[in-house]
């Protein structure tokens, strides 16, 4: 049975459900659903995880989510945190394309979020959750009336030669070694490395509670990409990098940037910005890459942000609860 890890600090927010929900490619994932803390519920937020987590992460974020009166919905994307893997090393972060992650959210809109959790819907989208919304927006296929999409991935910062390694791993997977680590990988969590020359956040405390928790969930905190993976992500952000396609992304998108970010390139993500049609961006200057585990006053600006941007539609907790289950009675 699929459980929650607990650390101190770190509690696993009460009155929570853990399930399994299985994709159309008979992928397993791992989901937790939780209703507001509030008296009023004014809809649901879907946590789009970034590449390497896990949902033991975002405990913070969920109980703030709550206190505002949004249900929440969180699971990890396959291979990672404690869904499916597709390669004998559960440590590796693996996928063969990006359009499986397209397959793993479908299964929670049809598995969680329609038949279980109140309307409206939106995404809170991390990073490699970011670049996989923008892409379901584009393609009409995500189920969120709004985005919130923070330091998405819209071009990976961290390659030296972005240009090169595109080509390079894409021949490598060519050749059959898409299931490797990429050159120089393995299999150690980017969150347990020393806080010093950190990329992810300034914050000593949060860093370091992310580190205990990447501990406590073992290989849910996977290591390094494989070649396929990254080979992936060149193809899904060349794509979104065209600049014909913001215009064409119709659902109301929040792009809460990164100033200091060293792992996805915020310029990049304020180029796409400046061609959305219904949206606009935010860019913290002192912020590195995980927002959410940022220092107070930058995390208080997030929220400001969030809060003016995804007013949900109030109603009375018990009301959404009847609501539900009318419509489950007369399915």
Same mark, same amino acid.
């Given at each position: 049975?699929?459980?929650?890890?607990?650390?101190?600090?770190?509690?696993?927010?009460?009155?929570?459900?853990?399930?399994?929900?299985?994709?159309?490619?008979?992928?397993?994932? /791992?989901?937790?659903?939780?209703?507001?803390? @509030?008296? &009023?519920?004014?809809?649901?937020?879907?946590?789009?995880?970034?590449?390497?987590?896990?949902?033991?992460?975002?405990?913070?974020?969920?109980?703030?989510?709550?206190? /505002?009166?949004?249900?929440?919905?969180?699971?990890?994307?396959?291979?990672?945190?404690?869904?499916?893997?597709?390669?004998?090393?559960?440590?590796?972060?693996?996928?063969?394309?990006?359009?499986?992650?397209?397959?793993?959210?479908?299964?929670?809109?049809?598995?969680?979020?329609?038949?279980?959790?109140?309307?409206?819907?939106?995404?809170?989208?991390?990073?490699?959750?970011?670049?996989?919304?923008?892409?379901?927006?584009?393609?009409?296929?995500?189920?969120?009336?709004?985005?919130?999409?923070?330091?998405?991935?819209?071009?990976?910062?961290?390659?030296?030669?972005?240009?090169?390694?595109?080509?390079?791993?894409?021949?490598?997977?060519?050749?059959?070694?898409?299931? /490797?680590?990429?050159?120089?990988?393995?299999?150690?969590?980017?969150?347990?490395?020393?806080?010093?020359?950190?990329?992810?956040?300034?914050?000593?405390?949060?860093?370091? /509670?992310?580190?205990?928790?990447?501990?406590?969930?073992?290989?849910?905190?996977?290591?390094?990409?494989?070649? @396929?993976?990254?080979?992936?992500?060149?193809?899904? &952000?060349?794509?979104?990098?065209?600049?014909?396609?913001?215009?064409?992304?119709?659902?109301?998108?929040?792009?809460?940037?990164?100033?200091?970010?060293?792992?996805?390139?915020?310029?990049?993500?304020?180029?796409?910005?400046?061609?959305?049609?219904?949206?606009?961006?935010?860019?913290?200057?002192?912020?590195?890459?995980?927002?959410?585990?940022?220092?107070?006053?930058?995390?208080?600006?997030?929220?400001?942000?969030?809060?003016?941007?995804?007013?949900?539609?109030?109603?009375?907790?018990?009301?959404?609860?009847?609501?539900?289950?009318?419509?489950?009675?007369?399915?």
């Amino acid at each position: 049975m699929l459980t929650l890890a607990d650390t101190p600090g770190n509690p696993v927010p009460p009155g929570g459900t853990v399930m399994t929900v299985g994709t159309s490619d008979d992928c397993t994932l /791992r989901a937790a659903r939780w209703q507001p803390t @509030a008296r &009023t519920c004014k809809g649901t937020v879907c946590l789009l995880q970034g590449r390497a987590e896990f949902i033991e992460k975002y405990y913070e974020t969920i109980r703030e989510l709550r206190a /505002r009166g949004f249900a929440v919905v969180a699971f990890d994307w396959r291979g990672q945190g404690a869904s499916d893997r597709r390669v004998d090393d559960p440590h590796k972060g693996h996928v063969e394309s990006f359009d499986d992650y397209r397959l793993d959210l479908l299964a929670i809109r049809d598995a969680v979020l329609v038949p279980l959790m109140p309307d409206p819907h939106v995404c809170l989208a991390h990073s490699t959750g970011g670049c996989v919304a923008l892409t379901g927006a584009l393609e009409g296929w995500l189920p969120f009336r709004r985005i919130v999409t923070v330091a998405p991935m819209l071009s990976i910062r961290m390659v030296r030669w972005p240009a090169f390694a595109a080509v390079a791993t894409r021949a490598l997977r060519r050749l059959g070694l898409g299931s /490797r680590y990429i050159p120089g990988g393995g299999p150690t969590s980017i969150a347990t490395k020393p806080y010093p020359n950190n990329r992810l956040s300034r914050d000593p405390a949060r860093y370091a /509670r992310n580190a205990a928790a990447a501990e406590a969930v073992g290989a849910g905190a996977v290591g390094d990409p494989t070649i @396929a993976w990254t080979a992936a992500a060149f193809r899904a &952000t060349a794509r979104l990098a065209d600049p014909r396609v913001p215009p064409r992304i119709a659902t109301p998108t929040l792009i809460v940037a990164a100033g200091a970010d060293p792992v996805c390139s915020t310029p990049a993500a304020e180029r796409f910005a400046a061609r959305l049609k219904a949206g606009h961006i935010l860019v913290l200057p002192d912020a590195r890459h995980e927002i959410l585990s940022e220092r107070d006053a930058i995390r208080a600006d997030f929220w400001a942000a969030f809060d003016a941007f995804v007013p949900g539609s109030p109603v009375r907790a018990p009301e959404a609860a009847e609501r539900r289950a009318a419509a489950s009675a007369t399915a």
